[in-house]
């Protein structure tokens, strides 16, 4: 079945990065498309970042220019860089797979 795992959340200070991981399994990962949404205590969910079978990267533009998307097909896996993070971007950031099946989350909390 679909497993989406994420990794490497934590706390880091205002300005400062961090570099989420997602493993995939149970299906082609190579032709699906994959994203990364955020949800901040008390919001509702924001998408951030889209990465394409054709290595085609969106961003929102709240994050354009701070976070960087990435797939590596051989290894299954999406990363995000998130770069320049504010307080604000406090949240529980999640991996999906074609709009139709999410990890369980990985938390970041931006803090000094």
């Known amino acids: 079945q679909v497993q989406l795992v994420e990794s490497w959340g934590g706390l880091v200070q205002p300005g400062g990065s961090l570099r989420l991981s997602c493993a995939a399994s149970?299906?082609?990962?190579?032709?699906?498309?994959m994203s990364w949404v955020r949800q901040a205590p008390g919001k509702g969910l924001e998408w951030i970042s889209t990465?394409?079978?054709?290595?085609?990267?969106y961003y929102a533009d709240s994050v354009k220019g701070r976070f960087t998307i990435s797939r590596d097909n051989g290894k299954n896996k999406v990363v995000l860089q998130l770069n320049s993070l504010k307080t604000a971007e406090t949240a529980a950031y999640y991996c999906?797979?074609?709009?139709?099946?999410w990890g369980k989350g990985a938390q970041v909390t931006v803090s000094s």
């Open positions: 149970g299906f082609a990962f190579s032709r699906t498309t």
């Open positions: 990465v394409n079978i054709a290595d085609r990267e």
């Open positions: 999906v797979k074609d709009d139709d099946s």
